[in-house]
């Protein structure tokens, strides 16, 4: 099945800072690359998202980029705030339209 | 709009003891999806629902069951709690372009 890979497991950063964290797959047929955050005692919510015909996306503070050759995907936090702190999963989607999620990335930023 | 609506919120079950969990969406979206969410493990799927009237196992199906009632809601069953099934449970819906998470529902089996 889809293995998706996810790094840094945890990741302090001082406010004000950026922060990278990186997922890999493995099935060359994905074709949807989501980026979720999840706050304490809730669902989690997207936050951006990348198609397979994008190299990199933007959207204020935040962006994601996509290297299918080497099927890898990242998330960018750029001047990063206390309310960024949170769970955050990347997944794909393969074919038959169910995401696969990676494992997570506890972002704390430091005031 | 309440979006995707989960019951119980916690839930505290013995061993071998059933109880089935409840989704519902007003969003009117075809697919739902049931995933399990343990620490280290990211949401794995349990079952989905593309449609009204048709249900598939996902990753991790084994000890449960579900039930599409209609189009508004996707329940998921334990028949027999074991502790391993210990887990946060987060039901999901899908629009063209994103899933929707419920609130999750926090069980222990002891």
């Known amino acids: 099945g889809e293995n998706v890979e996810q790094h840094p497991s945890t990741l302090s950063v001082q406010e004000g800072d950026s922060a990278v964290i990186k997922c890999t797959y493995s099935?060359?047929?994905?074709?949807?690359f989501p980026w979720y955050k999840q706050e304490l005692g809730k669902g989690p919510q997207l936050i951006i998202d990348?198609?397979?015909?994008?190299g990199e996306k933007k959207d204020q503070r935040i962006a994601v980029t996509l290297n299918k050759t080497a099927k890898h995907f990242s998330l960018h936090i750029t001047e990063t705030q206390p309310e960024d702190s949170a769970v955050y999963f990347c997944?794909?989607?393969?074919?038959?339209?169910?995401?696969?999620f990676g494992t997570g990335t506890r972002l704390t930023v430091i005031p | 709009n309440a979006g995707v609506t989960q019951t119980p919120k916690f839930q505290v079950l013995k061993t071998g003891q059933s109880m089935t969990l409840q989704c519902a969406q007003d969003?009117?979206?075809?697919?739902m999806y049931w995933y399990r969410q343990d620490p280290g493990m990211g949401l794995r799927l349990i079952y989905y629902?593309?449609?009204?009237?048709?249900?598939d196992k996902g990753e991790v199906p084994n000890g449960y069951n579900v039930s599409r009632l209609n189009k508004r809601e996707f329940s998921l069953r334990l028949e027999s709690a074991a502790p391993s099934q210990t887990s946060v449970y987060f039901c999901?819906?899908?629009?063209?372009?994103?899933?929707?998470f419920g609130p999750g529902t926090r069980l222990t089996v002891t």
């Open positions: 969003m009117n979206h075809n697919s």
């Open positions: 099935d060359s047929a994905s074709n949807y």
């Open positions: 999901a819906t899908r629009a063209p372009l994103e899933q929707y």
């Open positions: 997944a794909d989607e393969t074919g038959a339209n169910n995401l696969f």
């Open positions: 629902s593309a449609s009204e009237g048709t249900t």
């Open positions: 990348i198609r397979s015909n994008v």
